[in-house]
């Protein structure tokens, strides 16, 4: 990550995951996003991980905010954080997910999980999307710098 | 509207009733166990109401992962809906013996964007009403190309046509007056519908219906049933052909009161507005999928609220402007090409159709729309739709809490104290 502009509007990347059709999460994401001036890239739904990995290395952006309402959103995204966090130019860029991640409500461990398989955020479904994601870009610095990603992740190649 | 070459099958069911004053309700329906299956349908036969029934398949059939479907049975793992291209023949004729028949069809359900296994798996058992489309059942829900479902659902037409060796009249629905449930003006969810309904009838359909899902303004859905049945009445080549109502799709009222004065409203609207089937929806629809009694309830239910003294209509309900919409829509889109799936194709790249909010890569998606004061769908713009009135944008700019606002509309209005 060289991106260093402190003035331009940054891209942020809203996405499903491969077995989720929703789309109307992934629009009011896009809202939001946009309020809080950034650029947004949405994938839509039913995102591939190898499309949406490939869309991410492209876009380079700020950060990646994964959105997944069909109750699969735990398993389908401990698989995808794997294969992005091993790409060569996707090992440092923020990423959240949340929405409905289980079939039966909110669960403390879930969200460890994901965390610790790489995930910078997690955000269950009673948590309110707007001051979440305000507080989120917030503590982001605005150029991310390329060591702030813990040793134990695989190192970029 | 009779047809004297017209056999045993979906269509002519609900036309019979339709001439009876009768309308038909519908469930939405699917188990993945069989004796499940078979007592949903049993239910359904016998509910106090005209009814027909449905097999809504799981979702797993739906996206051709036939392996999830065999671990799932395997494992005891329950499904979202029937595996009707899994199960055994045999099985899914015990399911229907004795219940499936020309005074009870059924109509399978799945929402699929290559649906040629389970149009094959229908016509291994004798079912022939099914329903969905080359647009609807592809831009709301993935990320299939469009050219793709075109070609799919030309094949898939053709294939169901083979019914007819078996004495068995093919029938079709289009699904496209539903697009993304809410938040499409009335007048592209007419163009779509219609439209669909003449690619089936190109690809040797008979027999159609043609859908339209209640939106947020009983007002603005009669004429825009008035211009579906005006448009049907103008263009297509069958003469059998209804209207069905879809209980409104967006986010549903959580009170009971609210989700039956809802449902009431929307078999009002089918009877006022010239339909012949009502596809219900139930209390239960917002939390859960509904068990059969529930279902059964909803059918009950919007049967009696269809045979209640309809009030007068509320003002004029001539407007013409859905009409004219739909028509220029339609128009447009007829012009590109004399085949209407190229005409769709090349529709959606010029930007002749674009489905407000719909993010599929073939959608150009410069199109918005928003709920006005009155309750009416407007659109905020029209990006390259061919229609030349201009749209009539809200005066300050639309943001996420206003499509919140836009979408719990419904739900807001129904289980609010007013009225």
């Known amino acids: 990550m060289t991106d260093v502009r402190t003035t331009a509007r940054q891209t942020v990347v809203v996405t499903s995951m491969a077995s989720d059709s929703h789309t109307w999460n992934l629009v009011f994401l896009q809202l939001l996003l946009e309020e809080l001036g950034y650029d947004v890239v949405n994938l839509g739904p039913c995102v591939p991980d190898d499309l949406l990995v490939s869309r991410c290395a492209a876009a380079r952006p700020a950060f990646v905010v994964v959105s997944s309402v069909n109750g699969h959103g735990h398993q389908d995204g401990l698989r995808l954080i794997g294969t992005f966090r091993s790409h060569p130019d996707l090992a440092t860029i923020p990423v959240v997910i949340g929405g409905k991640l289980g079939v039966a409500g909110q669960d403390s461990a879930r969200a460890w999980e994901l965390r610790s398989a790489g995930f910078d955020e997690v955000f269950e479904e009673d948590t309110d999307p707007a001051t979440a994601l305000a507080a989120f870009a917030a503590s982001l610095p605005r150029a991310v710098a390329p060591d702030r990603r813990p040793a134990t992740l695989p190192a970029a190649r | 509207m009779s047809d004297p070459q017209q056999t045993a099958g979906f269509g002519a069911y609900v036309r019979a009733e339709a001439e009876a004053g009768r309308l038909v309700v519908q469930p939405r329906m699917g188990f993945g166990d069989p004796a499940t299956m078979r007592a949903g349908l049993a239910a359904t036969r016998a509910a106090a109401a005209r009814t027909v029934g449905t097999i809504t398949v799981d979702a797993h059939t739906r996206v051709g992962h036939l392996a999830a479907v065999e671990s799932a049975l ?14 055994p023949v045999a099985t899914t004729a015990e399911v229907l013996a004795g219940i499936h028949g020309p005074d009870f069809p059924v109509q399978v359900r799945h929402g699929s964007a290559d649906p040629l296994g389970i149009f094959r798996a229908m016509l291994a058992v004798g079912l022939g009403a099914t329903e969905g489309g080359p647009v609807s059942y592809c831009l709301p829900y993935g990320r299939t190309p469009l050219v793709e479902s075109v070609d799919n659902w030309a094949r898939g037409c053709e294939l169901l046509t083979r019914l007819r ?77 209804h209207i069905v109502v879809y209980a409104y799709m967006g986010l549903y009222p959580q009170t009971h009161d609210g989700a039956y004065r809802l449902l009431g409203q929307a078999a009002e609207l089918a009877v006022d507005g010239g339909a012949q089937r009502l596809i219900v929806k139930t209390a239960a629809e917002s939390q859960r999928i509904p068990s059969i009694e529930v279902n059964v309830r909803a059918l009950e239910y919007a049967a009696w609220a269809a045979r209640r003294p309809q009030l007068p ?67 905020e713009s029209t990006g390259g739709l061919p229609l030349t009135a201009l749209p009539r944008p809200r005066r300050r700019r639309f943001g996420s809490a206003d499509l919140l606002a836009d979408l719990s509309y419904v739900r807001r209005k129904f289980d609010g104290s007013e009225r």
């Open chain 2, 74 to 87: 395997r494992d005891g793992v329950a499904l979202n809906g029937y595996p009707l291209v899994t199960h």
């Open chain 2, 313 to 379: 209509p509320a003002g004029a309900t001539a407007d013409p402007e859905v009409y004219e919409e739909a028509s220029a829509l339609v128009g447009a889109v007829l012009d590109l090409d004399p085949d209407v799936g190229r005409a769709l194709l090349l529709a959606f790249r010029k930007g002749y159709l674009d489905i407000p909010y719909c993010l599929h890569p073939d959608n150009r998606g410069r199109t918005r729309s928003y709920i006005d004061a009155d309750g009416r769908l407007r659109w």
């Open chain 2, 165 to 241: 060796d078996q004495g068995l009249e093919p029938h079709l629905e289009t699904f496209g007056g539903c697009m993304l449930g809410q938040l499409c003006p009335p007048g592209q969810l007419v163009a779509i519908s219609v439209l669909e309904a003449l690619f089936f009838a190109q690809h040797g359909i008979r027999s159609i219906s043609v859908s339209y899902a209640q939106q947020t303004h009983p007002g603005q859905d009669r004429e825009a049933l008035a211009a579906l049945r005006r448009l049907c009445r103008e263009l297509l080549p069958v003469s059998d052909w």
